[in-house]
């Protein structure tokens, strides 16, 4: 196992803007776009919903073939962030203890001290996920939901903010096991960042050419306070009952789907609104409307769809079951809500 904790140092001017100031928190969430896209060539958009899955208080999973930027994107968005960094390197011989730390025997006190594991960190990098048992998976289920660890019957509660952005290769196999549903369940989103096309990739030579180096960092925008800030304000984003009745439905009817063994929970109802709040604020919002929540249906409900068995050899997918619910349920209007003061949820208006 690799564990590589990186704490980034403080950057002159890292703002953090007031927890209800949604054009604040805007700001800062375009400012680490812009310096996470220094590193990551070409993925603005792809980066805009990891930041969401973030800014959402989640964890994000990254699925795709080896070197096409998922480890640098994490470490770029803790750098950015402003949060303490590990890389947790996941193999067949990785055990829950190397994750959560363990109690060891110290000589010369003659007493047990708690040496934490890499999961006491900021953003935790959970690489190759699917090479580790389920046993050292599920290792991951209470940190990731609870924000705690428990060892040898003590809780412990991890540092704020604490995410997880684990990688996975979903071509390659052999010794791999593939993540149990409820472990999927608690990852908001699950994205990819796909093949550049030939002008991006000559982008990312060219600037590997200039560097003259293979390591790369990109500026600190935010700290965790700040961090903490921006999630307060996606809290107070407004959300239309259209809207929200939008996303029920689409959620409702994966269940319904003829190809569908489970469809998706409450769970990614609550996931595809949250990160929709987010992605409002990226773009600079401080209501959602119907687009982000398309936006976000295939990331944050594909892999909490089960396809029925026999309907595999059909190359029946999750993504297909949401494909379909999306063309089959109406978009509601989307009206912009009116400057009325009040409570978020008591605005005005129409379907934001």
Known sequence: ????????????????????????????????????????????????LVLAGVLAGGHVLLEDLPGLGKTLAARSFAQALGLPFTRAQFTPDLLPADLTGAEVFDQLTGEFVFRPGPV??????????????????????????????????TTRPL????????????????????????????????????????????????????????????PQVLDGEGLLAVQAAVETVHVAD????????????????????????PRGTLALITCARAL??????????????KALAHPALDHRVTVKPELWLQNATGA??????????????AEQPSATPGPVGARAGGAG
Do not use: C
């Not at 929200?244 to 409702?252: C, I, P, Q, S």
């Not at 949401?322 to 209007?333: C, H, I, K, N």
């Open 1 to 48: 196992m690799t564990h590589t904790p990186q704490h980034p140092a403080p950057t002159a001017g890292a703002r953090t803007p007031p927890p209800s100031d949604v054009p604040a928190a805007s700001r800062a969430a375009a400012r680490v776009l812009d310096a996470v896209e220094g590193a990551v060539v070409g993925k603005r958009t792809v980066l805009e």
């Open 242 to 265: 259209a809207v929200g009745r939008y996303a029920v439905e689409l959620v409702g009817r994966t269940r319904e789907h003829a190809h569908a063994l489970v469809g998706a929970s």
């Open 120 to 153: 006491f960190t900021g953003l935790l990098l959970a690489d190759e996920i699917n090479r580790t048992p389920p046993k050292t998976q599920s290792a991951l289920l209470e940190a990731m939901q609870e924000r705690q660890v428990s060892v040898e019957g």
């Open 280 to 293: 409002a604020v990226i773009r600079g919002r401080d209501y959602v409307v119907p687009e982000d929540v």
């Open 159 to 218: 540092p704020r903010p604490f995410h997880v952005l684990a990688t996975a290769n979903p071509v390659e196999h052999e010794g791999t096991y593939p993540l149990p549903e409820a472990q999927l369940d608690r990852f908001l989103l699950r994205l990819s960042f796909g093949y550049p096309t030939p002008e991006e990739e000559w982008d990312v030579v060219s600037r590997r050419l200039v560097r003259r180096q293979e390591e790369q960092s990109v």
């Open 320 to 333: 297909g079951v949401v494909s379909a619910v999306l063309e089959q349920v109406p978009v509601p209007a």
